[in-house]
């Protein structure tokens, strides 16, 4: 014999819980959501179940009121964790970027160094080769050769960072 609204304030603030109790008297079952916007008193969700006599008239309503609060505790932690994911993505990102950068500019620098180091050998070969022993000969080319593969190493260093879908 008690009206809801006596018991539980609730329903006649809440404009939500005021329609779905509404729409309940007219035959329709309801249900309303947790409301963010109003949770004052906890983080409830409503299903509003007319109850019909013999003439299937609305005699009753069955609210069933069920507390989601751990629900939207694991929601709101799920949703601080995806920022946290967010950002530490975002960091790592432009990490990437200013290693891509870093690996880039060495690279070029390692080029020159070892252009330098060819080219000289090839002048002491060229220049000095007549007074050369043949095992002397022998080193300078082994030393331009390894400069070779290292360059070609700094080439695929350099592709790699053109590759990378980050640049």
Same mark, same amino acid.
């Given at each position: 014999?008690?009206?809801?609204?006596?018991?539980?304030?609730?329903?006649?603030?809440?404009?939500?819980?005021?329609?779905?109790?509404?729409?309940?008297?007219?035959?329709?079952?309801?249900?309303?959501?947790?409301?963010?916007?109003?949770?004052?008193?906890?983080?409830? &969700?409503?299903?509003?179940?007319?109850?019909?006599?013999?003439?299937?008239?609305?005699?009753?309503?069955?609210?069933?009121?069920?507390?989601?609060?751990?629900?939207?505790?694991?929601?709101?932690?799920?949703?601080?964790?995806?920022?946290?994911?967010?950002?530490?993505?975002? &960091?790592?990102?432009?990490?990437?970027?200013?290693?891509?950068?870093?690996?880039?500019?060495a690279g070029?620098?390692?080029?020159?160094?070892?252009?330098?180091?060819?080219?000289?050998?090839?002048?002491?070969?060229?220049?000095?080769?007549?007074?050369?022993?043949?095992?002397?000969?022998?080193?300078?080319?082994?030393?331009?050769?390894?400069?070779?593969?290292?360059?070609?190493?700094?080439?695929?260093?350099?592709?790699?960072?053109?590759?990378?879908?980050e640049t």
């Amino acid at each position: 014999g008690t009206k809801i609204t006596d018991a539980f304030p609730v329903f006649e603030e809440n404009p939500g819980l005021k329609n779905a109790m509404n729409a309940a008297l007219q035959g329709f079952k309801i249900f309303v959501p947790h409301d963010k916007d109003f949770d004052k008193y906890g983080y409830f &969700e409503h299903h509003f179940i007319p109850l019909k006599n013999s003439k299937g008239d609305v005699s009753t309503i069955l609210v069933v009121v069920h507390d989601v609060a751990h629900r939207v505790k694991a929601e709101d932690e799920l949703k601080r964790l995806n920022q946290e994911l967010i950002d530490k993505n975002n &960091e790592l990102t432009e990490l990437n970027k200013e290693i891509l950068a870093f690996a880039y500019i060495a690279g070029n620098d390692l080029k020159w160094a070892l252009r330098k180091i060819y080219s000289f050998v090839e002048i002491i070969l060229r220049d000095e080769g007549a007074s050369l022993t043949g095992r002397a000969k022998s080193y300078c080319r082994k030393v331009q050769s390894a400069a070779q593969k290292m360059s070609l190493l700094t080439d695929d260093i350099g592709a790699l960072s053109i590759i990378n879908p980050e640049t």
